[in-house]
């Protein structure tokens, strides 16, 4: 157990269902972050959230909905993905958006989408 | 971005030392320079990082080159469990979050 954790740790959906994947850290950090990992690839950020407010979204399609309702607190809400947007989606979390504090991330969520 | 190089893998035996090299010649004075590991079916471990001073902690020591366009992650015991992914990473160009390339994936053989 890191201090971030990840539900569920996986996810099979199809390509017009909706769902959620959960993120919660109870570190006391104030940035969170969500991470895409796909097969072979290096990890591709996401979306940035500091003290709750959105910092940074990576040209992220809106099928991809983030949710930050406190600083302990990040959600994903997907809705009609597609079979490419299976990966594992890994939420990290920091002290801040400094560049001197380390991240600590979650397990993940292993998706597949069908 | 800044971008990292690194070899896409290494080999070690048990018990000797491995060092890892990354080249981040285009980073910014004022970047960091961090590592990570990633072990199968599990997140990224933050392993240790620096900015111009060599660092050392539990897990490893960082040597960082005067010029900073490259550093290396010395691991002076390789366990079996030490076989992971290793990132070198570097800041997004917003300074708000970490780059990660494609990492060295580390073998250690017993």
């Known amino acids: 157990e890191t201090g971030v954790t990840q539900t569920p740790r996986h996810l099979v959906m199809g390509m017009t269902n909706k769902k959620s994947l959960k993120c919660e850290q109870h570190?006391?950090?104030?940035?969170m972050y969500w991470y895409k990992q796909s097969a072979k690839k290096p990890l591709e950020l996401m979306f940035v959230?500091?003290?709750?407010?959105?910092?940074e979204n990576n040209s992220v399609p809106s099928r991809f909905s983030p949710e930050c309702p406190n600083s302990s607190h990040l959600f994903l809400h997907l809705h009609t993905l597609q079979p490419e947007d299976s990966a594992l989606y890994l939420c990290?979390?920091?002290?801040?958006?400094?560049?001197?504090?380390?991240?600590?991330f979650g397990s993940g969520t292993r998706l597949t989408v069908v | 971005d800044a971008k990292t190089t690194q070899p896409n893998s290494m080999e070690s035996n048990e018990e000797e030392p491995v060092h890892l090299p990354c080249n981040h010649s285009t980073i910014s004075g004022t970047d960091y320079i961090h590592w990570y590991r990633q072990l199968p079916s599990q997140g990224p471990e933050y392993v240790i990082h620096g900015l111009t001073s060599n660092v050392n902690n539990r897990m490893a020591s960082l040597a960082i080159a005067e010029d900073r366009k490259s550093s290396t992650l010395i691991l002076h015991r390789a366990t079996l469990r030490d076989a992971a992914v290793y990132y070198c990473?570097?800041?997004?160009?917003?300074?708000?979050?970490?780059?990660f390339g494609k990492g060295t994936s580390l073998l250690v053989t017993p």
């Open positions: 959230y500091n003290f709750k407010e959105q910092t």
């Open positions: 990473v570097s800041n997004s160009n917003s300074g708000y979050a970490l780059n």
């Open positions: 990290a979390s920091s002290q801040d958006l400094a560049a001197n504090y380390g991240y600590t």
């Open positions: 570190l006391g950090h104030n940035a």
